[in-house]
């Protein structure tokens, strides 16, 4: 059976390019990058190159880039070092409520040690209102978080506006860009941000590593003590294959942006629209214009979201559901319940993301299967049999 991967938001298959640059740093380069004699210089070189990359792509300097397992490790880095940095400054962050758990969950952390957080709330289209930080903002402030594109809904936050505020008030801007990094311009002074999240499986990169951009001169702790890599900031052994592949793929990205961006766009558009001719009582969650090129969200009522999934497997077809059933937790989405859904329409909801290997005939395949899917599921629901 054809299968059909329609989940880049959740991660990316790693491009045979980025594979075919890493391998030789597993065992024919294989010195530590820390070793003065050539195997270890090489694999520093390498390093440094994948740095100038990550840089490029987002408008920084190479000494900016500090490399991390992922964007959970940059987001906690991000957060908690310059929390703890700050100490003496203040104890207030400001965030929004619709954050990535790596930034939602080390905010309770810090809660729990005495911080005071504000999570924002955000209107129904899942934007925050940049008016909203402003009157947050304390004497006490020392951090704002606030993502650059959600990873459910697709909506792309004001960021730069947020940017702006914080740089008149003198307190530090972190943004999670893990879901923009390498889909849509990304530029650190452009978004005024000192901080900001990457991650590299999320743009057909290897998992397991990401990168922290830091704003020169912003002050944070380290988390990690031992040796002296990333300038004393990151203790520990490179994983040189890992950043290696980072490097790559950022590359990559930044070389087929444009063309991805109109032409995932257009598959998105296909698919909203088809879904909304050829099913009813769906809605689109999420911005309708601001939204990330290849994110389609909708919920479709008095159907579970994780029904539908299962059914769209049978098919070959890879989505996704904020309908958390399907994770550890039988809440649904904290993402759409944020946007002011009721929890039986967050339960009926489906993500679809596409991504490079995605064509038009794919978004047809879906648009032939899944009305069916809703037919039959409909008919057999309790949902839908109370509402009668
Ligand atoms: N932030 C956002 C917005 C994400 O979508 C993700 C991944 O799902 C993360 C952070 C965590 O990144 P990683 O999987 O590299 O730890």
Do not use: W
Not at 104 to 113: D, I, T
Not at 120 to 147: E, F, H, N, Q, W
Not at 351 to 375: H, K, M, Q, Y
């Amino acid at each position: 059976m054809r299968r059909i991967y329609l989940d880049h938001a959740a991660t990316t298959p790693t491009r045979p390019e980025v594979v075919k640059v890493m391998l030789p740093f597993f065992a024919d380069t294989f010195g530590n990058p820390s070793s003065i004699y050539s195997y270890g210089q090489e694999a520093r070189a390498a390093i440094e190159e994948a740095r100038i990359k990550v840089a490029e792509l987002i408008g920084a300097r190479n000494e900016e880039i500090i490399f991390t397992s992922g964007g959970t490790e940059a987001d906690n880095f991000g957060l908690k070092g310059v929390t703890y940095a700050n100490e003496r400054k203040g104890n207030h962050i400001i965030t929004t409520s619709i954050e990535h758990h790596a930034v939602l969950e080390v905010g309770k952390f810090l809660e729990r040690r005495g911080l005071r957080i504000t999570y924002l709330p955000m209107d129904k289209y899942g934007l925050v209102d940049p008016d909203d930080v402003r009157k947050a903002i304390t004497d006490k402030t020392i951090l704002i978080s606030v993502m650059h594109a959600n990873n459910e809904v697709g909506t792309i936050e004001p960021v730069e506006e947020i940017g702006e505020i914080a740089k008149e008030a003198g307190i530090y801007f972190h943004s999670d860009a893990v879901q923009t990094v390498g889909h849509i311009p990304v530029n650190v002074d452009k978004l005024k941000v000192d901080l900001l999240s990457i991650s590299a499986h999320k743009l057909y990169g290897p998992k397991g590593v990401g990168a922290l951009y830091v704003r020169k001169g912003t002050k944070l702790v380290s988390l990690m003590h031992g040796g002296e890599q990333e300038k004393r900031r990151r203790a520990g052994t490179e994983n040189v294959p890992a950043i290696v592949g980072l490097g790559k793929a950022v590359e990559l990205a930044g070389q087929e942006m444009d063309r991805e961006i109109e032409r995932l766009a257009g598959l998105r558009d296909k698919l909203i629209k088809g879904l909304g001719e050829k099913i009813d009582h769906i809605h689109l969650n999420g911005h309708p214009t601001r939204r990330l090129p290849n994110n389609v969200n909708v919920s479709v009522d008095f159907v579970e979201g994780e029904s539908i999934l299962l059914n769209l497997d049978l098919e070959g077809i890879c989505a996704s559901t904020g309908s958390a059933c399907s994770s550890a937790s039988l809440e649904p989405s904290h993402v759409l319940l944020a946007l002011g859904l009721p929890p039986e329409q967050a339960h009926g909801s489906l993500r679809f993301t596409l991504g490079r290997e995605n064509s038009e005939a794919d978004v047809e395949c879906v648009l032939e299967v899944l009305p069916g899917i809703v037919a039959k599921l409909r008919a057999m629901s309790p949902l839908l049999r109370t509402q009668k």
